[in-house]
């Protein structure tokens, strides 16, 4: 259950964001939808490693999916924005379902390389198929999406990628506390505890990656719309491998964790922009000195520390406790009485 203190802190978070988003230049707009996008995306694969246990290295084929169906939808079928994003969410979501069930019968590293398969199947799919995908030139929206009429600009898309950032915060809340959550943390952690329960783990999993590839996709109509161009080389592997990294450095399994690791996967190479050539050799050097300090993710860090300095309440005297001191006291009370 939400504290209130957390709730009134969401709630200033959240203002704050939408009021910066409103009120920033293009550029911080820009970084800010990137940062959006990118949280939308650590949030779903935060369901599949953080709750589910499970490692794919392939789903940025989700969202190439997810944005070149957007795409498609708006200018050769002539579908509105949300219908076009709603159709890609709901095809990914089924390819997700159909990788799932054989996928999920593997484990550790054999489903990381049927997913990193997938991620190339899908990106040669992109270059070969000329004739819907443009191939190599990719494609190009000839106008900005627009939702009841009105005209989506970057801006616009920042303060929505926030407000979905937001929802996808709660709904994650929501999930990890639901019999759905506890059931994926159980075949994460003891698997033959689980099967003892009756619980299918390959379907439990299957729903975890079914939920981490709608999120993909949702963030890849997103990402369409603000770049306004997209082709095979926007989708690369080493971007799923950023995604992950996101999570892991963030903090697997903590609501929190994508945003803040979503941050530094976007804000970590912007920084690091002067050093030209060795700016990629520099970002992994981080990321691999953040995860070394702290293996549990920043936010794990920082519940370690919060833990650590927090003054611990005395533990209440239970009733045998309590009944002993009372005793004390009488024989002390009898005592004194006695040598007056």
Known sequence: MISRASLLIAVAAFAIAIGYAAVADSYAVFLIATISLTAIACI????????????????????????????LLMEKAGWPYLAATAGAIVLVSIVGGLLALPALRVRGPYLAMVTIAFGFIVEHVTIEWRDLTGGGNGLMLSAPPSVFGYALSERSLAIAGIVLVFAGLFLF?????????????????????????????VHVRAVAFVI???AMALAGALFAPLQGYISPSSFPFLQSVLLLFGVMVGGAGSALGPVIGAALVVLLPEALSDLAEYRLLAF???????????????????EQLV?????RASPRPGPRSRRRMSIRRSSKRITRRGST
Not at 48 to 71: C, N
Not at 307 to 311: D, G, I, L, V
Request: a positive charge.
């Open 284 to 302: 992994g050097v981080l990321l691999f000195v953040v995860l070394r300090a702290a293996p549990s993710g920043i936010v794990g860090l920082v």
């Open 44 to 71: 779903g694969l935060n369901v599949l490693l953080g709750l589910a246990g499970q490692i794919s290295l392939g789903h940025i084929g989700f969202m190439a999916i997810g944005a070149y169906t957007t795409v």
């Open 307 to 311: 833990a650590k300095f927090r003054p």
């Open 173 to 201: 809340e929501r999930l990890k506390r639901s019999g759905w959550g506890y059931a994926m943390r159980a075949a994460r952690d003891t698997e033959v505890a689980t099967r003892s329960l009756g619980i299918d783990l």
């Open 212 to 214: 981490s590839a709608a």
